[in-house]
């Protein structure tokens, strides 16, 4: 019996966000271990806090040795340009107005940020050269994001995380039984809903440009933000839509991994709204 394309989607699918989530997941693991054991992962040292939950809170910094002349700056703030303390009594004058420590810079995180980026752009041109070499490259960016992912959740609260994670696969199981009913055929072969989805998606990537920028109020992010998981959900509806009408068209492996991609596309970015709107 020939596999149907739905399960041929899904085993692509599941695959790679098994290995994001476990990766991600396996980083809280290890960050949880060094702290315990006072050591380092990935560069980082680590630190336990509260949140307001009172739950526990690990809290990830870069450890250096002190040297002078040394640059400070006031947490949270971006407009501030920073000041340098020139010797340790310096240091402790400027410490006691609030400024701290310039954050240094992970090269490996760095290093694996962009290595994941460069492999995500490439799998929407090599990829779709070849099966075997898209199902390559989506695996190895899923395993870099899955590092990238483990430490956002440790950066803004790994018990927000999770619970964004979860919230994340409800929504998505939610959005399948949506996409292949009448709803999602309809919606899917709405131009008014694919005209909203590209004017929507415009609009988000202009807001992440001026972002650069400019500085917008905290609320202002937030609403962003639940504006992109209305339109990441909007976007799972067509696109498991998209795979229940091509069912009936096409069972390839090379049309499965397209939308495999494009599912797990919708899939993250749905999860770092989730996550920006939380933190």
């Known amino acids: 019996m020939e596999t149907t394309l739905f399960a041929k989607t899904m085993i692509i699918l599941c695959g790679q966000l098994s290995i994001v989530f476990g990766l991600s997941f396996y980083v809280l693991k290890k960050a949880m271990e060094a702290y315990q054991n006072k050591t380092t992962f990935m560069g980082m040292s680590f630190k336990g806090a509260m949140n ?23 947490p949270g703030d971006e407009n501030d340009p920073g000041v340098v303390a020139k010797d340790i009594d310096d240091w402790k004058k400027w410490t006691k107005l609030g400024y701290r420590d310039w954050p240094k810079g992970n090269k490996f995180l760095n290093g694996v940020f962009i290595s994941w980026a460069i492999l995500l752009l490439s799998i929407a041109f090599i990829g ?13 960016q899923s395993i870099l994001f899955g590092l990238v992912l483990g430490m956002i959740f440790l950066e803004m609260d790994e018990n927000d995380g999770i619970r964004a994670l979860k919230i994340t696969i409800l929504a998505t199981i939610f959005s399948g039984f949506v996409g292949y009913s009448d709803v999602g ?3 899917n072969s709405s131009g008014i809903i694919h005209a909203i989805l590209f004017f929507g998606l415009l609009g988000l990537i202009l807001f992440e440009f001026f972002r650069t920028t400019m500085n917008f109020s905290r609320n202002t992010i937030r609403l962003k933000a639940f504006f992109g998981i ?24 090379d049309t499965a991994f ?22």
């Open 52 to 74: 307001l939950k009172r739950e526990f809170d690990l809290v990830p910094y870069v450890d250096f040795e002190r040297t002078f002349p040394a640059h400070m700056a006031i």
């Open 128 to 140: 779709s050269a070849s099966f075997g070499v898209g199902i390559f490259l989506f695996t190895l």
């Open 185 to 187: 055929q309809a919606l």
């Open 230 to 253: 209305g339109l990441f959900i909007l976007f799972l509806f067509v696109d498991f839509a998209r795979l229940k009408e091509l069912s009936g068209t096409s069972n390839s492996w």
């Open 258 to 279: 397209h939308l495999a991609f494009t599912l797990y596309l919708d899939i993250i970015n749905l999860l770092l709204e989730i996550l920006e709107a939380m933190d």
